[in-house]
């Protein structure tokens, strides 16, 4: 590996020092060039900068691989639980059974939250999107536990409400859905673990009790630890970006809320599925579509493929593939739109147009049928990523303020017009 990098401007040579990770990626240092060169560096949508230092996640898009804290994805889906995964990511290790225990405990304790939330529900009209109800909860939590706020809070402090957001946002996500219904919310059981929980609330009526179904626990599980992280992403930068001005933790998740709503990074699985409806009622002519997303002067993108960094197939999809499977077989349901989901598949990983691209189905082409399968209604997908990605947010927020990162502040090339007078209203 190069020991540094040598950039030539001006006639004259600069030395840059080289950083390599424990993966071995390489960067180079810019982070004085602009004081030696009066030459910032351009890189629109950050394609191609390492904007931290980070220990949480790996991500490997050309080999298609993706591991917490060293442990590969397929281990942890396959063999742990969601709180044991947030724990890890939050906490740097793999709990042992009393630290696990104690956790979750600790989650279960803090699942109410304060009635005065409750109200806050009634200003909304019904048919508000959950994603906007959910991060203005989130950011309300600031005025419940005001101490929140102080960037000098102690380290008990800041574990304390990294806890109060792991267990209220759950409660919250479950009110935002019975709210929008006009149902009557419901409270936590402390009885039942962090998924289970999640569903009754979501799910169970007074009048009628809601039968937690083990395939539907642990499909859910299974969706929500391989939403967990995802390293420098759109809404977690977002995270890092916010929290770096010493915003607060519940603050700076409700900003990565936000981002992640977005079409183009979570709220795609709700697009996803409202794309293979829309197929379905076209008559489902999967072909007309690809042809559609292929067509530069269409701006239909078929929703679910591509990713920034994967450039081969997306680890998380392949596990969740065979997820759906499993769980429309154990449910006995059988959906059409899987049926016009894996046309679509068969389609693009055949068309030059895509192989040449190197698009292929992400985390989201088959989230949202397992989704579908287990209840979650259309609009609430983008939740449950929220809700599944919260330890990730977390576990960045907490380090980036551990390693004291400056706040962040990219510099821009300017394009606009030079000095000019104003010129008076009646003139122009
Ligand atoms: N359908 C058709 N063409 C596509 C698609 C698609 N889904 N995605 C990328 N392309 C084309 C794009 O038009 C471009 O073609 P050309 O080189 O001829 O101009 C080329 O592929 C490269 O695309 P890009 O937009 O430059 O790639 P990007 O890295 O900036 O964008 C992406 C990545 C995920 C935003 C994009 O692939 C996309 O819009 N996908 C659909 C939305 C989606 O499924 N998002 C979920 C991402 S996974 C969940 C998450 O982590 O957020």
Not at 324 to 344: K, M, R, S
Not at 365 to 387: H, R
Request: hydrophobic residues 40%; contains cysteine; aromatic residues 10%.
């Amino acid at each position: 590996m190069a020991e540094s990098a040598e950039i030539i401007l001006d006639g004259k040579s600069y030395t840059l020092p080289v950083i390599e990770g424990t993966e071995h990626e390489k960067a180079f240092d810019i982070g004085k060039l602009r004081d030696q060169t009066g030459y910032v560096t351009l890189d629109s949508g950050y394609k191609n900068t390492g904007a931290t230092k980070s220990a949480i996640t790996f991500l490997d898009g050309e080999e298609g691989i993706l591991r917490y804290r060293g442990y590969p994805i397929e281990q942890l889906a396959e063999k742990s639980t969601f709180l044991e995964v947030a724990y890890l990511l939050i906490y740097g290790a793999l709990p042992n059974k009393a630290e696990l225990d104690e956790f979750s405990h600790q989650i279960t304790k803090h699942t109410l939250v304060h009635e005065d939330v409750r109200k806050i529900f009634d200003g909304f009209p019904s048919a508000a999107h959950p994603m906007g109800i959910l991060s203005s909860l989130i950011c309300s939590l600031t005025a419940f536990y005001p101490k929140s706020i102080d960037p000098d809070q102690s380290a008990e402090e800041i574990n304390l409400n990294i806890l109060r957001l792991m267990a209220k946002i759950s409660t919250i996500a479950a009110w935002t859905y019975k709210n929008s219904q006009g149902h009557p919310l419901n409270y936590p059981r402390n009885d039942l673990d962090y998924t289970s929980n999640f569903l009754y609330m979501m799910f169970s009526f007074p009048t009628e009790k809601y039968e937690i179904n083990p395939v539907v626990v642990s499909a859910l599980n299974k969706l929500l630890i391989l939403h967990a992280d995802h390293e420098q992403n759109c809404s977690t930068s977002t995270v890092r970006l916010v929290g770096s001005a010493n915003a607060s933790l519940y603050g700076s998740v409700s900003a990565g809320i936000n981002a992640l709503w977005g079409p183009l990074h979570g709220g795609a699985n709700q697009e996803v599925v409202e794309m293979l409806e829309a197929i379905q009622r076209d008559g489902g002519d999967t072909s007309k579509f690809i042809a559609k997303a292929k067509d530069k002067n269409d701006p239909f993108r078929l929703m679910g493929f591509g990713h920034r960094v994967y450039k081969n197939f997306d680890p998380r999809a392949k596990i969740i593939k065979k997820a759906a499977d499993e769980v429309l077989a154990a449910l006995g349901i059988n959906d059409p739109l899987l049926t016009i989901a894996q046309e679509l598949e068969q389609a693009a990983l055949t068309d030059p147009y895509f192989v040449e691209r190197k698009l292929y189905p992400n985390v989201d082409f088959y989230s949202g049928i397992i989704y579908k399968a287990i209840g979650i209604p259309t609009e609430m997908f983008t939740v449950m990523f929220a809700l599944g990605r919260l330890p990730g947010w977390i576990a960045q927020w907490k380090e980036m303020r551990e390693n004291k990162e400056p706040i962040g502040r990219p510099r821009q090339i300017y394009t606009g017009e030079l000095e000019r007078d104003y010129v008076s209203i009646e003139n122009r």
